[in-house]
T-cell receptor, first 114, second 112 residues
Framework: GAGVSQSPSNKVTEKGKDVELRCDPISGHTALYWYRQRLGQGLEFLIYFQGNSAPDKSGLPSDRFSAERTGESVSTLTIQRTQQEDSAVYLC????????????FGSGTRLTVV | TQLLEQSPQFLSIQEGENLTVYCNSSSVFSSLQWYRQEPGEGPVLLVTVVTGGEVKKLKRLTFQFGDARKDSSLHITAAQPGDTGLYLCAGASEANAGKSTFGDGTTLTVKP
C-alpha cells in the first residue's frame, strides 16, 4: 500500500481481556517496528522485525506482550490479560532495509483498558 | 543504552518568531532523524542527517548535525501556526542494529 496501515484505530477493552493490534507495512519494506507512546511522551521501543524474524525483542514490557510477522508483510502485536498501564498509543513503522533510520509510521492504535 | 535528550520540553511562541530546539546525546549516531507529530497521527519524517557538521534546509526549517554526530538542532524561522506539533529526534547506529532511539520530544505551540 501507499502507507503504513494500522487497525483498529481505537480499541477499548476491559482489564484482563486479550487484544490484537494489526500493522500493514509499506509493500517491499523488510524492516518493521512497534513502538508505544504514552500521553505526552516520546516513543518507547517494543520490537523490531527484519523479514519475519525478530532479532530484537528487548523492549517488550512483559511476557504478556508478543508479536509476529508473516509473509514479510503483516504484523500482529498481541497483549494478553491487559492491564490499565497498557493504555497507550501503539505505533507501527516500516523502513526499506532497517540499516539506517528514517521510518514511515502508521497513525497508531489508541488502546484504552478500563 | 543510547539516550537522546531534547530541550526545551515545551515551547510556546507567537507567530513570526524564530526558535531552536536541541537534541543531545553522549552516544555517536550513524544517522539522525527529525520527525513532526500532530495529535492523533503518527510521526512524519522531516529529514535525515548522516554526516558530521551537515546542514539541511527544508523551507523555513534548518537542521544541523553536530560535528561529532552526537547532537543536532532544529531551527525554525518565522514560525507559523501550522508548525505547531511534537518534534521528535531519533538516532540510529550500527551498534543498535539500525533500531532508532527516540527523544521525548519538544511540544511546540505557535500562537497566531
Amino acid at each position: 500500500g501507499a502507507g503504513v496501515s494500522q487497525s483498529p484505530s481505537n480499541k477499548v477493552t476491559e482489564k484482563g481481556k486479550d487484544v490484537e493490534l494489526r500493522c500493514d507495512p509499506i509493500s517491499g519494506h523488510t524492516a518493521l517496528y512497534w513502538y508505544r507512546q504514552r500521553l505526552g511522551q516520546g516513543l518507547e521501543f517494543l520490537i523490531y522485525f527484519q523479514g519475519n524474524s525478530a532479532p530484537d525483542k528487548s523492549g517488550l514490557p512483559s511476557d504478556r506482550f508478543s508479536a509476529e510477522r508473516t509473509g514479510e508483510s503483516v504484523s500482529t502485536l498481541t497483549i494478553q490479560r491487559t492491564q490499565q498501564e497498557d493504555s497507550a498509543v501503539y505505533l507501527c513503522a516500516s523502513s526499506l532495509d532497517g540499516r539506517t533510520g528514517g521510518y514511515t509510521f502508521g497513525s497508531g492504535t489508541r488502546l484504552t483498558v478500563v | 543504552t543510547q539516550l537522546l535528550e531534547q530541550s526545551p520540553q515545551f515551547l510556546s511562541i507567537q507567530e513570526g518568531e524564530n526558535l531552536t530546539v536541541y537534541c543531545n546525546s553522549s552516544s555517536v549516531f550513524s544517522s539522525l532523524q527529525w520527525y513532526r507529530q500532530e495529535p492523533g497521527e503518527g510521526p512524519v519524517l522531516l529529514v535525515t542527517v548522516v554526516t558530521g557538521g551537515e546542514v539541511k534546509k527544508l523551507k523555513r526549517l534548518t537542521f544541523q548535525f553536530g560535528d561529532a554526530r552526537k547532537d543536532s538542532s532544529l531551527h525554525i524561522t518565522a514560525a507559523q501556526p501550522g508548525d505547531t506539533g511534537l518534534y521528535l529526534c531519533a538516532g540510529a547506529s550500527e551498534a543498535n542494529a539500525g533500531k532508532s532511539t527516540f527523544g521525548d520530544g519538544t511540544t511546540l505551540t505557535v500562537k497566531p
